[in-house]
């Protein structure tokens, strides 16, 4: 298209200088709107256009020219598409094409009020605006929508692909005028929340559009899958390099979008850039404009124009909206999952204003493969559309008529004559038959049933679902739906398999009942806000004199260490008839089966504590009408004032939020984690290290805490959200230091926390905690009050002098002749056992000791009495640097973790020897930090047991004697004072660091006493 006109003219359609595919597009909406306005046809025009290839020449053209189309209404799904293309069509294509930037109708931008318009200027007007604006207007029957409603004469929808929800659909079909929907990407989902007219359906397909020189060709190219983001980055810099050469010397360097999938790595790529002296710019959601401290972070996408960075770095901003044809490189760190998006993404740089011949549009494929896949795909679609026309992606209603068809009018099917199904004759009071199951949450003010019945049905036809909508009442609803899916055995080859679904909707009272025959996720969106059902009201599901009982409960830890058994459960044919174990009050109970008592009858049920799941089995399927009233009958129970048996009362109670769950404390769990992340080349921190926490335990100020992590502190933030009842993180450093090649933790080491939960928290409110993403009442009382006969906790605690003096856990140098230890740490004094420690009582006389320390070992010691039938395993860790801690959760966190991960070596039936035993005799003892070797790692047994096997064979015997004692020991260096720790236990205000100890405490106790053996803590007085 020219652009170097000097004199402008005024524009119209036939001075403007179009492509011929563009003429074609409006040729077909004119044509359109003609028959429309006759009454001749009904539905919507449909125009395909890929990204590039002037869609919105089209819509400018068509809202301002079109004869009977006074009136237009230009519609689009997001406000920075709204602003583009008001200037657009205001006169800025004009203007680019030479012409007068002063088109013959006014354009008016309609964010928040209603234009001002005399009635006698609406055939000379046209309105941009956002779906969710029209909707809104709806919404509030106010005037302007009426007036929209009447006077309109044309309505354009660009970027149908959007598939706006059910009710902003509504609100489009409310208006009775011609349609005409805009698409670059004619998948299904494109077309059913529209009823195309395929009559007027324009189709110019990417081949065709790489042949005229609209737009650029693509190449795929294979890249290695990165091992990191530097690997990543210097892999796109170089292709860059070999690609454009010398791009600065042009005035407009080609520019580089970079794909990520999540804030974490959007901001490693932007270390690694930034470390090269590459200008970037990174764009996410969760980032903040003008943020002085991250100054190349923001939350809405440049313009190109103001904005001279070469690498664009993003997850979803830059899929669509975005046109500058200096774009000509795309890079996917992580791999775009659906076809469409990947088609939206390489879009963006195909742009050829110019119609050069031979340009291209370059994509690095770092997937194996996967995305030139998928985009191979798109290929063979596209040419199926050239051939056979732009109807063939609306198959799914087809593919309905066709089953239907194809079945006789009456079948015989399990044992019975049935009559063909069909959406438009079905009565589910009669024709349904639903099991007695349901999920019931507490609805909050803002619930609005209505919307979230949108909402589903909005989900359902994005998941390619045909939903059918039937409203028994104002608070029930049932929604039929038919899902159609590719065979999941199946890799690129397409077979459909089409199953009917039910959803059923019913408010009670504050409660809404939910469910959903083919499994959905319970509905969780935020414009229908939902609660839990409290875990108070859901026992008393299990109530009755004589007949109600539990017979099996699926058991949570509430303890959130990741070596710890998180769970368990309990079968028996009554569980208030066996004996409780000794930590059932540290177990949360997640789901109880058993029989409750209903009208003198047992029914067997199932409750989830969690999601507030109830499953009556022994019901089996019943009528609609039925199944109604069994849901009444559950919201009865739920809201009486009843007492549920007593089984549960054995069991760690959770609680509702506390009146300020304000955070005071934090201790982070990484542990599952930690081996998986590594350190980027970030803030003097050197690349490719282990990811290293080295306070996990933090105190919290106003939200703010420091974290110190591989040597560095680093600033961190916590809050409490009340609408999702979580605690959230957020620490931007640390999303930007750790990456990751694991694919399930690609969103960083924070998303990992915020989505698992995986830290413990002391909030303001005194008598509770935090964890697993559930308030706790501890059974740990603090304070004055404080009684150790209930909890045993200072009963583990042995003390010895030289615990407040030695910090070192194995010394700085060993013995020259490699004999032994340092003898100022840890290490030496268990070497010694205990001899001049003061500790020779509690060491006894061991016949086998045995330095199990290197690498993944089971213990750092493994010692044995083999007449005695004594086994201890020990584990040692200091503090040789600073002062000494009373309390110190952080390291005692870590070794507590690695003595319960290592239980398993005292199962009783268990043969699994420690990773490191056959070498004990062979390897030499050496450390990283310690200066020499230590040549004997046996320092003591049996001459008979010559070999570190024969060593083990004979601990493990010990083991498996039912009579022998085993025991795990904690050595702790001027870490932990049980006189210190005891004095904060018992004072009015117990430190947040204390108590987190004492959890620690506490759980490990319990944990080494379910493996059947004893803990000690020997640590200072």
Known sequence: MPTNITKRKKPALASTPLWGHQRKAISTVRKYVAVFNKDKTIGSALIHMPTGTGKTGVIACASHFLQNAGFVLVLCPRIALRDQLYKEVDGRFFYKLGLDDNPPKTVYNVSRKYPSIREEDYDRAILVMTIQKLHSMKKRNDEPYNIVQSKVNLVIVDEGHYEPAISWREAIRGIPAAKVIFTATPFRNDLKLFDINFDYAFSYTFKRAVKDNTIRNVEFHARPVPRSPEAFVKDIVDFYSKIFQNPQSTQDPPRVIVRCDSQATIRQIGAELQRLGKSYVLIHENFSDNNVARPQERRSVPNPDQEEAIFWVHQFKLLEGIDDHRFQLLAVYEELRTTRSLVQQVGRVLRNPKRKAGEVGYVLDHSEGQQQERWQG????????????????????????????????????????????????????????????????????????DRLRDDIIYEYEQQDRDVKQIGLSENTHVLLYLTFRNSPLLKSKCFMECRLGVTVLRRIGDYLCYFDSGGSPTPTFQSTPLEPVSVKELRRLFQGVNQAYLTYVSLLNSDIGTRVIRGRAISAARIEDTIPTFDDHSFICRTARGYCDT???????????????????????????????????????????????????????????????????????????????????????????????????????????????????WKANVKYDHQDRRYFLNAPDIDALYYTNDEGLKGGVIQYLNREQSFRIIPKSEGTFFALGRFYSPILKFGTKYDDDQIGLLKVLHTAKCFSEIGSEKGSTCASDESAWEDNSLFAIIDKLGVGYGLEDQFGKPDIVVCDDMGTESADFILADIKNRRVIFLHAKGNSNGAARVYAASPLQEVCSQAIKNLRYFSRYGNEDPPGAKNWHTRKWSARGVSGKVAKRIRKQPSELNTGLKVWRKIQSIICDPYADLEVWLFLGRLFSKGGFEAQLKSRRPAPEAKQSAYLLFSTMNAVASSGAKLRVLCSP
């Open 378 to 449: 798109f290929l063979e679609f596209d040419a199926l559309i050239e051939k056979e026309g732009v109807e063939i992606a609306d198959f799914g209603r087809k593919m309905l008529r066709e089953i239907l068809k194809a079945q006789p009018g009456v079948v015989y099917v399990d044992g019975r004559f049935r009559t063909t199904f069909s959406f438009d004759d079905i009565d589910p009071k009669d024709d349904l038959l639903l099991p007695a199951t349901v999920n019931v949450f507490r609805t909050s003010g803002l619930f609005d049933l």
């Open 599 to 713: 009208n003198g009858k047992p029914i067997r049920r199932y409750v989830g504590f969690q999601r507030g799941k109830i499953t009556d089995a022994s019901l089996g399927r019943q009528p609609l009408k039925d199944y109604l009233n069994w849901l009444d009958s559950i919201t009865t129970i739920l809201v009486a004032d009843s007492k549920p048996i007593a089984s549960f009362s054995r069991f760690a109670a959770i609680t509702d939020v506390p009146s300020d769950p304000t955070p005071m404390n934090i201790l982070l769990d990484v542990n599952e984690v930690q081996d998986l992340f590594f350190t980027n080349n970030y803030k003097g921190i050197t690349a490719d290290q282990a990811m290293r926490i080295d306070d996990a335990c933090c105190e919290v100020d106003n939200g703010a805490f420091k974290l110190v992590a591989n040597g560095k502190e």
